[in-house]
């Protein structure tokens, strides 16, 4: 079973404050990462796609990638209460066509 | 915008029925896939689907099947429900291809009683 692991949180940040929000995953060979939010009883809201090495940033978030350490991670920079969900993090396996594994999700509080 | 519907959004059923969750989505995407979400598992593919009559497991599939007979939309079927499938459903489609992005529906939230 090729896997995604994130911590369960929850991660408690106060506002304005960097969130940061760390996937690791086991399928070396996967080529395709993305960040979705979920709210309270939601579905999951796609943030951001990575494929590349490095950073990707897009207004307030940001994805860094490093396939040598099999890691993906999500900054998002002066955290508001309306970013307080459930961050799940998503990956292609090798081999798997356009199937996504997910990550069972990091719960992000931004406190007042 | 991706528009991807579920038509039932909360539905209870009791041990032992037949029970269909529909989806349609409106962007011509060639896949469709069925999650199922539970606390502390996250998402779970249980079917997915490449093309019209084509199908392929997931991870979960026992207890569950599909039909794909039109490209816009992909049923689960479940054929004799359980207490252990109360749980919420999403559909979710994408054009295909390692950097294709995934679009959900809103979820269907199952009850069996």
């Known amino acids: 079973q090729k896997e995604v692991e994130q911590n369960s949180g929850p991660l408690s940040v106060p506002e304005g404050a960097i969130a940061s929000l760390n996937c690791t995953y086991s399928?070396?060979?996967?080529?395709?990462f993305f960040w979705y939010r979920q709210y309270s009883g939601k579905s999951p809201e796609l943030i951001m796609s990575?494929?590349?090495?490095g950073d990707k940033e897009d207004g307030r978030f940001t994805a860094q990638l490093n396939k040598a350490s099999q890691y993906v991670s999500l900054l998002i920079r002066d955290s508001q209460p309306s970013d307080s969900a459930t961050y799940l993090c998503?990956?292609?396996?090798?081999?798997?066509?356009?199937?996504?594994?997910f990550g069972t999700g990091t719960r992000l509080q931004v406190t007042l | 915008d991706v528009k991807v519907t579920q038509s039932s959004r909360y539905l209870v059923k009791r041990t032992g029925e037949k029970v269909f969750l529909e989806c349609v989505q409106d962007?011509?995407?060639?896949?469709m896939f069925w999650y199922r979400q539970d606390p502390g598992l996250g998402l779970r593919l249980i079917y997915f689907?490449?093309?019209?009559?084509?199908?392929e497991k997931g991870d979960i599939p026992e207890g569950y099947s599909v039909s794909r007979e039109k490209k816009e939309r992909f049923s689960l079927i479940l054929e004799s429900a359980s207490t252990n499938q109360t749980s919420m459903y999403l559909c979710?489609?994408?054009?295909?291809?390692?950097?294709?992005?995934?679009?959900f529906g809103e979820g269907s939230w199952l009850t069996v009683v």
């Open positions: 979710a489609s994408s054009f295909g291809g390692p950097r294709n992005t995934i679009y």
């Open positions: 962007m011509d995407h060639e896949n």
């Open positions: 689907s490449y093309d019209v009559k084509m199908k």
């Open positions: 998503a990956v292609i396996n090798t081999g798997t066509a356009s199937k996504l594994t």
């Open positions: 399928d070396r060979g996967s080529q395709s």
């Open positions: 990575i494929y590349s090495n």
